[in-house]
């Protein structure tokens, strides 16, 4: 089974190079897929969901039999999901939401596999520093919030509103690390320790 080659179905350049980090080779497969929260959905059951379906999602479209990953992240504010900001005003709206206090970043892995599905998830609390309007304004013309949920992005500019970080800073990024390591581990699938020996 180990054998398998293994996918990553995501277009996400963080995604890809976060696997690539920890030495896993892959093989890409993004997939596209509707990310309409279903009524009354809860930001962990939706997270959870949209990464299984897009894991699914390429087994479905695969010619052959293969390990596939697909990942999801979501920030919560107050219970309320923040997606990837549509425009200027939704993501000035989005970051006043998240200034000067802790919001939580939701990140999902799943696994799918012939006979298998397993899934992680992993919360993450961020804090933010106080924003003014023109530092929101100005971080929005850098083109960087645009494709990020919660419309900013750790790794990036962004950093420096960032106060403090209690969880996993690769699941903030887009893929946990530490939980996609597990599971790769828990179904024999080869990283970097396993290929060298
Ligand atoms: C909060 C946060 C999110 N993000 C990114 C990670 C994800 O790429 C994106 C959330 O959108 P997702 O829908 O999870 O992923 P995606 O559409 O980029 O890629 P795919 O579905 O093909 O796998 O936001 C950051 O890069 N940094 C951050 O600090």
């Not at 963080?14 to 993004?30: K, S």
């Not at 087994?59 to 309320?80: H, K, M, R």
């Not at 023109?134 to 919660?150: F, L, M, N, R, V």
Request: net charge negative; proline share 6%; with cysteine.
């Amino acid at each position: 089974m180990s054998a398998l080659p293994l996918i990553l179905a995501s277009a996400s350049p963080r995604r890809r190079e976060l696997l690539t980090q920890i030495g896993v080779p892959h093989q890409l497969h993004p997939v596209d897929i509707c990310e309409a929260p279903q009524a009354g959905e809860e930001a962990s059951a939706y997270t959870q969901r949209l990464a299984l379906e897009k894991a699914q999602s390429a087994q479905n479209q695969l010619t052959y039999p293969a390990w596939i990953l697909g990942s999801d992240t979501t920030v919560v504010v107050d219970g309320e999901i923040l997606g990837k900001p549509e425009n200027q005003a939704q993501h000035q709206q989005m970051l006043l939401k998240l200034s000067g206090r802790r919001h939580q970043v939701v990140t999902a892995v799943a696994l799918v596999g012939p006979d298998t599905q397993a899934l992680r998830c992993v919360i993450t609390e961020v804090e933010f520093a106080d924003l003014s309007l023109a530092q929101i304004a100005a971080y929005w013309q850098t083109g960087e919030p645009q494709d990020k949920a919660g419309g900013y992005a750790i790794q990036g500019l962004a950093s420096v509103f960032v106060k403090a970080i209690h969880g996993s800073y690769s699941a903030v990024v887009g893929l946990p690390l530490f939980e996609t390591a597990q599971l790769l581990s828990e179904y024999q699938i080869p990283m970097w320790h396993q290929a060298q020996s």
